[in-house]
């Protein structure tokens, strides 16, 4: 009779898998995926690490994906969340991200230790390998190769042989401007066309027309660089937040596809042309070209390994064009803004320009001795920095200073700049735009890696030197011809995009320009 009983049991189960086979596959499956979704998540619990509790799928950062916050604002909220700690941690869909917050880890991180981070986070995707071969991307010792190809690019002399070129699109977009006089402008985008003429004519010789014509065919590309659909964005999102390991299987990109092939196909087409001429020019793209045909040679002789590539000499030029070309306009438009709502301190800026350079040709030396408006320029990075976060990828395993916590070979660690520069104990009264923040005593008694901008260590903005040149220039110009002030459409504080990773208004940056 227990026999009977046990195979009336088998049989009643089998029964209700094959009637039913299809819920318990669905209770499966939705096992499986929330398993897969959330194992993770006693990450920094195990290592007794304080952390923003997850949510399935998006984890620390619902508040983003929700759109309640921008990149900039999550990061300042993080950076309170944890405020008096030196570490703590944030899961970014499944994958755990530990920040870090003590002066003396960031450091560590960034410049004592940097050869345990030698390498930037970056999601492999199956995209044209020209923007795969970024420097951003690279790791390791190639990285160091193209780097040290690259850095020449940014010496001293060749800053100063850029200048008349420099000076040229800064005049150019002085007469650009003055059809706008006593009208409202937009400053974000007409700034954009000065950066990127001067991108144009100092790495790649080539005449965007972006100071001549308002339609020229390269900024219209130029600005589409960065759009995305909203399905695209949303794909992305779904495969860095849930699967970012399957992202080499599709091609998936955080750039307009369309835009950065026309954009690449002009650069191609001024790569060959360069490679044909006679006479050889001193800019980024010359030097690049120069650069990789040593390369090659030494590995004719060598069998050595060759990494400045085709892609790699276009990824690095597309780079330099869309890297320059956003954070410089934002860097420009962010201070005229600034001195718009602050006329005492556009008056004083404007004076202290006059007095430095007046009946004087602009140099380099020159430049040096405008100590109050590089002030003006750092102070508008540290409130308006381009990028909210630094991010270091471990190459080889590492225990943090001061811990017994140990990060392994690919884990991330990042570094809310925005949060730095926001701390009243590091920049007291951080919403107060102050200049002699940068100067003189007040600049020499704080850590240099306590301002992130540019990054910190070796691994920092290759282009830093060339933006506050280009800066400088353009801000002298400025401030010479035109007087900015607030207009009806004037925001403050401005709004900022809540999709964009980079700083973006979401209105624009609205102005109104006076000629002088």
């Known amino acids: 009779m227990f026999i009977n009983m046990y195979f009336d049991t088998i049989k009643n189960i089998a029964t209700y898998i094959l009637n039913d086979w299809k819920l318990l596959s669905f209770i499966t499956l939705v096992f499986a995926v929330y398993y897969y979704a959330t194992y993770t998540y006693r990450f920094f619990e195990d290592k007794g690490i304080s952390y923003i509790k997850p949510t399935i799928f998006v984890g620390s950062v619902w508040k983003r994906v929700s759109k309640q916050m921008s990149f900039h604002e999550y990061q300042l909220y993080v950076y309170n969340y944890f405020k008096g700690k030196p570490y703590g941690g944030i899961f970014e869909g499944r994958r755990p991200t530990l920040y870090i917050f003590d002066p003396e880890l960031i450091k560590a991180v960034t410049i004592r230790d940097f050869e345990h981070f030698v390498d930037r986070l970056s999601l492999e995707s199956n995209e044209p390998r020209y923007l795969k071969r970024f420097l951003l991307n690279l790791t390791g010792t190639e990285w160091k190769m193209v780097r040290s190809a690259i850095t020449p690019s940014f010496s001293s002399a060749r800053l100063k042989n850029m200048l008349p070129l420099i000076q040229q699109s800064s005049d150019q977009m002085v007469k650009f ?125 060598t069998n050595e390994v060759i990494h400045l590539d085709e892609d790699t000499i276009d990824a690095q030029s597309f780079l330099f064009l869309i890297a320059g070309y956003e954070t410089s306009s934002t860097l420009l438009s962010f201070g005229i803004h600034t001195l718009a709502l602050n006329l005492d301190l556009q008056e004083k800026l404007r004076k202290h320009i006059c007095e430095i ?154 102005v109104k320009l006076e000629k002088l």
């Not at 003429?197 to 010789?205: L, P, T």
């Open 357 to 510: 350079t007046d009946g004087k040709e602009i140099s380099y030396e020159l430049l040096t001795e405008l100590t109050y408006l590089e002030g003006f320029l750092l102070e508008t990075l540290r409130l308006h920095p381009p990028l909210a976060r630094v991010e270091r990828k471990c190459n080889k395993d590492y225990v943090l200073p001061g811990t017994n916590i140990t990060i392994k070979k690919g884990e991330v660690i990042g570094i809310p700049i925005y949060g730095i520069h926001m701390d009243s104990d590091i920049y007291p009264e951080p919403n107060k735009f102050r200049p002699e923040r940068f100067m003189g005593e007040e600049k020499k008694d704080r850590p240099s890696h306590l301002y992130l901008a540019f990054g910190a260590g070796p691994r920092n903005c290759i282009g830093m030197r060339f933006a506050m040149i280009s800066a400088k220039i353009a801000m002298v110009s400025l401030l010479k011809n035109f007087k900015f002030s607030v207009c009806t459409k004037t925001e403050n504080p401005v709004k900022i995009e809540k999709h964009s990773m980079l700083l973006k208004p979401a209105s624009g940056l609205w």
């Open 177 to 301: 401007l003055h059809q706008y006089d006593n009208c409202d402008v937009e400053m974000k985008d007409l700034i954009g066309h000065f950066t990127l003429e001067v991108i144009g004519s100092c790495a790649f010789g080539i005449k965007t027309d972006a100071l001549t014509d308002e339609n020229a065919h390269f900024v219209k590309l130029a600005e589409q660089f960065g759009y995305l659909s909203t399905t695209r964005k949303i794909i992305l999102l779904v495969f860095v937040m849930i699967m970012p390991k399957m992202m080499k299987y599709f091609n998936l990109s955080f750039l307009n596809p369309e835009a950065a092939a026309e954009l690449v196909k002009i650069l191609k087409i001024t790569k060959a042309e360069r490679r044909k001429a006679e006479s050889k020019q001193g800019d980024f793209l010359q030097l690049i070209i120069e650069a990789a045909n040593k390369e090659k040679e030494i590995a004719e002789k």
